[in-house]
């Protein structure tokens, strides 16, 4: 796993982005280590565009798990990801009549790609879903790169 990650860092900008779309689907993958290996000033990236390359990675990994859960094919999520239909309908009650704007939270360990999931097999809709999960997962990688950069 090192090597991949050094292989990542290495790629820069792609690097990060690839790191972070791992990270956001259902894949067990911590963008952060990445992103933080690559915002230290000694490395000359710019920190906007590692958080651009960041976010857009994330949403659309997470926006993948939107994805499978719109297909709706509770088995494929039993067989393939290992999600629970208790973890995802105990998900999905939660989020009614709370709506596509918890999304925002997609951001969060272990439950993220849950509501992910829930979200899309809710058909909620995917522009809101979007927009909420992107300003989630840029508020998440501002704060790690603002703490990693001493600005906070």
């Known amino acids: 796993m090192d090597a991949f990650i050094q292989f990542l860092i290495h790629w820069g900008y792609l690097g990060l982005f690839i790191s972070a779309l791992l990270a956001g689907s259902l894949v067990p993958f911590s963008s952060e280590v990445v992103l933080g290996a690559l915002v230290i000033p000694a490395t000359g990236l710019n920190?906007?565009?590692?958080?651009?390359?960041?976010?857009?990675?994330?949403?659309?990994?997470s926006l993948?798990?939107?994805?499978?859960?719109?297909?709706?094919?509770?088995?494929?999520?039993?067989?393939?990801?290992?999600?629970?239909?208790?973890?995802?309908?105990?998900?999905?009650n939660y989020l009614n009549g709370k709506g596509a704007f918890m999304a925002f939270f997609s951001f969060l360990p272990f439950i993220g790609d849950v509501l992910s999931v829930a979200l899309g097999f809710m058909r909620s809709n995917i522009w809101i879903v979007s927009v909420s999960m992107l300003l989630g997962k840029a508020l998440r990688y501002a704060v790690v790169i603002l703490t990693i950069r001493g600005l906070l």
């Open 47 to 61: 920190p906007w565009i590692c958080l651009i390359a960041a976010s857009t990675g994330n949403l659309l990994g």
């Open 64 to 92: 993948t798990c939107y994805g499978v859960g719109r297909m709706g094919r509770m088995d494929w999520l039993e067989r393939y990801f290992h999600m629970k239909p208790e973890k995802i309908l105990k998900m999905q």
